[in-house]
């Protein structure tokens, strides 16, 4: 199968490559990008003018909510291409937790029998999560297992971390870790300051974060391990990473498309829809969250996708389950950042494409000749408004809905296979 | 859920009573003047007045306290309304029925009026934007965040015994982060135009963000009183009393109880108020609860015809559908 995608403007952000050319595509890899070959013969031709040619997309926190609910992947997936994602990572705070090999293998075969995005699983870094005793990683990691995480917080026992990273540094796996302290998060479930003070809100300290990451970036000195800190959510945090960087450690880090627009302030009258994981902080750390991506400090932008169910959500402020649904609204919500911020779009995608996949050392998220035809074709004008009907996703609730965003996909491409838009 | 008042309908008019927060200056005189008029009904013959006759008023108790849903009971029977009593935490929150579900059960038992307790902070305004454009909901409490009948109350019993709120210094003094008490005072203090609040307490039982709230912050007791027309001490709740908030009820008792001694710093014609119940010993001394200065009893018989006030006032705003 030969594919020409032709005449759009093709935005490859690791080439730095941003003009109208001609992307071709065999079988399912890139054969090139700009001039089509004279003697490319295609099957099938997308007519772009108008539109961008991208990577698809690599999102690097999506909960399909597999294992757990049957037939619940299927339709995330749905929600990931129409989103022009097309590789998910899959965190493993799952029901049962991701922690044996027996499960990694069922998600995967799911994943490709939904003919959906890619999958990367993450491995519970601990057994059951509980944080401890280790997960048997290495092995779960020849299940194809990219990474290992402990969601939430980081173990309670700053000993099991330690072990963690020596562990993980034998077999060069890398952890990828929440930076919460338990003991100072507690109950709590808005950002310290005077929202949460004023609405009478259990919070959550900056020290929460802080105290983590210092304690992350100790480990590593000691160990060496490589790290991906993932959900930042505050100045001070984004600060201590910027300066582990400039030390040289092996770090990288992402932020959640929501944490890029919303601040605590937007919670207004208890609305459940703004109850998320990390709380939503003050606007000072939300432009601290702006600058961090601008110089890099901040390599990705991930969804933090979660499908939650009205049951789950219509409750008390502080009884919601935190999350969104957000796989659909990743796209038009960077190129909503972008143009706030008059970041050009180059750059912009690159949060969610070829800085991602340089996280997972996969050679997605770039439009190079020989790589994965993993491409989204989308119409950056194109507005529509979120509303359930709009969204793919089981989930419906997100703090955008109701809102009018500009930007969907019309083609989403997986390994050259046409998923969206065929 | 907008950023739009909940509490207020498209007149400006109080709907639901959720916070003292946002509440207009007219719509606070106008349920104290309104209070002013039912003073009097508790000492006449017949106690009550027909404003809710034919209204069904649900006391949705979700956390338990039989003080205040007995005072809201009286000033609902008082202005003649049905009134039903919900043990919720015995009943359906048990059998794991959720709240909203359990709301619109009893809404299609024809409720008017739903008053709430509620553990969780925000409760009342999920219920508030659930019900029916008829049902209005007054909060009776819920989690950290708002007490707004106690609230007015209390501005209720600063108005009888200070007259005008636009000279007075006003302390709250105690677990200001754990009370939904001290924030609904607050912000009626703020809005009323009393020019210097303070809050004073260890920094572990005060919240962040009270200077943005227009507070002024002490953790001295002696200097947080000194000069002050009024003092509201706030009830610290047995689980607080030791742990890592705070050593010791003796300790409290020590820096931060209400003694006579310390009392004498305030203004000599200071009067001190206490939402209830007390701990004597702990947050404040029996000679002061005891004392001239205390206003505490007063507060409650207030409490009653201010809680008709709201009721009435609620009830006989209308939203359109």
């Known amino acids: ?422 | 859920m907008g950023t739009r008042n909940p509490q207020l309908n498209s007149n400006g008019e109080l709907h639901h009573l959720l916070s003292t927060e946002g509440l207009p200056k007219a719509v606070i005189e106008r349920i104290l003047s309104t209070a002013d008029s039912f003073i009097n009904v508790a000492e006449r013959e017949v106690k009550s007045v027909p404003l809710l006759r034919g209204k069904s008023v649900f006391n949705l108790f979700f956390e338990n306290s039989t003080r205040t849903r007995t005072t809201f009971e009286i000033a609902a029977r008082r202005l003649s309304a049905d009134v039903f009593n919900l043990d919720i935490v015995r009943s359906s929150a048990a059998k794991g029925e959720s709240l909203l579900d359990t709301i619109d059960n009893l809404s299609a038992m024809q409720a008017d009026m739903f008053v709430v307790r509620h553990a969780t902070s925000g409760a009342p305004y999920l219920i508030a934007q659930h019900v029916a454009p008829h049902i209005h909901v007054i909060n009776a409490g819920d989690g950290r965040h708002a007490h707004p009948t106690q609230g007015l109350l209390d501005m209720y019993t600063i108005r009888h015994y200070k007259k005008d709120f636009t000279n007075l210094t006003v302390a709250i003094v105690g677990d200001i982060l754990h009370s939904r008490v001290a924030r609904s005072d607050i912000h009626a203090l703020t809005t009323l135009g009393v020019p210097e609040v303070r809050a004073v307490g260890p920094l572990t039982l005060l919240p962040a963000g009270l200077e943005e709230m227009g507070l002024r912050v002490f953790t001295k007791l002696e200097e947080g009183i000194r000069g002050a027309d009024v003092i509201i001490m706030l009830r610290l709740q047995n689980e607080r009393m030791k742990g890592a908030l705070l050593p010791s009820a003796q300790e409290y008792f020590s820096y931060y109880g209400l003694t006579p001694e310390k009392l004498a710093l305030a203004k000599p014609d200071a009067i001190v108020m206490h939402p209830g119940p007390m701990n004597r010993g702990v947050e404040i001394d029996s000679r002061v609860a005891d004392g001239a200065a205390s206003v505490i009893l007063p507060q409650v018989t207030f409490g009653i015809a201010v809680r008709m006030a709201a009721l009435s006032i609620a009830a006989s705003s209308s939203r359109m559908q």
């Open chain 1, 1 to 422: 199968m030969r594919i020409l995608i032709t005449k759009g403007r093709v935005i490859d952000p690791a080439s730095g490559l941003d003009r109208v050319a001609d992307v071709c595509i065999t079988d399912n890899r890139l054969a090139a990008v700009g001039e089509r070959p004279a003697d490319f013969r295609p099957d099938r031709t997308i007519d772009a003018a108008g539109l961008i040619v991208a990577p698809g997309l690599v999102d690097l926190c999506a909960r399909m909510m597999e294992p757990g609910t049957e037939g619940a992947l299927k339709v995330e997936m749905q929600a990931a291409l129409a989103g022009g994602v097309t590789g998910v990572v899959c965190p493993p705070d799952t029901d049962p937790p991701l922690d044996e090999p027996g499960l990694v293998r069922m998600l995967r075969q799911s994943s490709r029998a939904s003919a959906g995005a890619r999958t990367y699983p993450l491995g519970a870094l601990t057994a059951g999560l509980k944080g401890e005793t280790l997960a048997e990683i290495e092995t779960l990691s020849q299940t194809g297992c990219v990474a290992f995480m402990q969601t939430r917080s980081l173990p309670h026992d700053n000993s099991v971390l330690l072990q963690a990273m020596r562990y993980a540094k034998t077999f060069e796996l890398p952890l990828w870790l929440r930076p919460v302290e338990d003991t100072l998060a507690g109950a709590g479930v808005a950002a310290a300051g005077a929202v949460a003070g004023r609405l009478g809100l259990p919070s959550i300290p900056v020290a929460a974060e802080t105290v983590a990451l210092q304690t992350i970036f100790e480990l590593q000195r000691a160990t060496g391990a490589r790290v991906h800190i993932c959900r930042l959510s505050s100045q001070k945090g984004i600060e201590l990473v910027r300066l582990a960087k400039r030390e040289g450690l092996p770090v990288t880090a992402d932020v959640t498309i929501h944490h890029v627009h919303l601040i605590d302030v937007d919670i207004g009258y208890f609305d459940p829809r703004f109850r998320l994981d990390p709380p939503l902080r003050s606007a000072r750390d939300r432009d601290a969250i702006i600058a961090g991506l601008a110089d890099g400090t901040i390599d990705a932008i991930c969804s933090d996708h979660a499908p939650i169910g009205d049951d789950d959500k219509q409750l008390p402020f502080g009884e919601a389950a935190p999350g969104a649904t957000a796989l659909e609204t990743l796209l038009p919500l960077t190129l909503k950042w972008a143009s706030e911020n008059k970041v050009p779009l180059v750059q912009a995608l690159a949060k969610v494409t070829s800085r991602p996949a340089e996280v997972l050392g996969e050679d997605t998220g770039r439009l190079t000749v020989g790589a994965k035809a993993d491409v989204v074709v989308f119409d950056p004008e194109q507005s529509w408004r979120v509303t359930a009907d709009a969204l793919k996703s089981a989930g419906k609730t997100t703090p955008f809905s109701g809102y009018e965003l500009q930007g969907r996909a019309r083609y989403t491409l997986v390994g050259g296979d046409i998923r969206l838009g065929g």
